[in-house]
T-cell receptor, first 117, second 116 residues
Framework: AQKVTQAQTEISVVEKEDVTLDCVYE???????LFWYKQPPSGELVFLIR??????QNEISGRYSWNFQKSTSSFNFTITASQVVDSAVYFC??????????????FGEGTQLTVNP | DAGITQSPRHKVTETGTPVTLRCHQT?????MYWYRQDPGHGLRLIHY???????DKGEVSDGYSVSRSKTEDFLLTLESATSSQTSVYFC???????????????FGSGTRLTVV
């Protein structure tokens, strides 16, 4: 069974600090997809990134970057120069590769990030 | 830009009463999901659907049933609500079962259900 672990329950930083959110996953599939979602205080889930298991290139989008390492089954998320608006719960998630009726998205427990001014 | 709406947004109900939550989509996506969110657990899958009248259980399906009589609607029913079902419920849709297309999974705004 697939599993996602976000060991950091809560992180608190001061504005402009860099912060990395850890995500470790388990799956027996060779092809899978990894996601990060942001949940701000308003409660909606906002898609940030999707990665497939064959693409290990790191990705950068503005202040956000993602480090995918299959060797350690990790998909970590770094926010550079954090801002108060980055305060949210961040979820890492994993989906199976096959287009079967049983495919579904498995979430980690989430990391509450608080950025203080 | 919704594409997916959940109703109601908030509900308070009494223990033992039946409750139905509705998820409506305008995207014509094949796959629909119901998740519940609880502190310390992230989001956990309750039930999902891979087509009209095609549904299956997720990891926390006890006490819940679903129905999908048309592509756009996916209903979640608590047959006899209990306090342990107090939670925030999210519906999600996807073009593919793996989320490999477009933005993967799109989530509704959530329904906050309180069972007293």
């Amino acid at each position: 069974a697939q599993k996602v672990t976000q060991a950091q329950t809560e992180i608190s930083v001061v504005e402009k600090e860099d912060v990395t959110l850890d995500c470790v996953y388990e799956t027996r599939d060779t092809t899978y997809y990894l996601f990060w979602y942001k949940q701000p205080p308003s409660g909606e889930l906002v898609f940030l990134i999707r990665r497939n298991s064959f693409d290990e290139q790191n990705e950068i989008s503005g202040r956000y970057s993602w480090n995918f390492q299959k060797s350690t089954s990790s998909f970590n998320f770094t926010i550079t120069a954090s801002q108060v608006v980055d305060s949210a719960v961040y979820f890492c998630a994993l989906s199976e590769a096959e287009e079967t009726s049983g495919s579904r998205l498995t979430f980690g427990e989430g990391t509450q990030l608080t950025v203080n001014p | 830009d919704a594409g997916i709406t959940q109703s109601p947004r908030h509900k308070v109900t009494e223990t033992g009463t039946p409750v139905t939550l509705r998820c409506h989509q305008t995207e014509n996506h094949r796959y629909m999901y119901w998740y519940r969110q609880d502190p310390g657990h992230g989001l956990r899958l309750i039930h999902y659907s891979y087509g009209v009248k095609d549904t299956d259980k997720g990891e926390v399906s006890d006490g819940y049933s679903v129905s999908r009589s048309k592509t756009e609607d996916f209903l979640l029913t608590l047959e006899s609500a209990t306090s342990s079902q107090t939670s925030v419920y999210f519906c999600a849709i996807s073009e593919s079962g793996t989320g490999r297309m477009n933005y993967g999974y799109t989530f509704g705004s959530g329904t906050r259900l309180t069972v007293v």
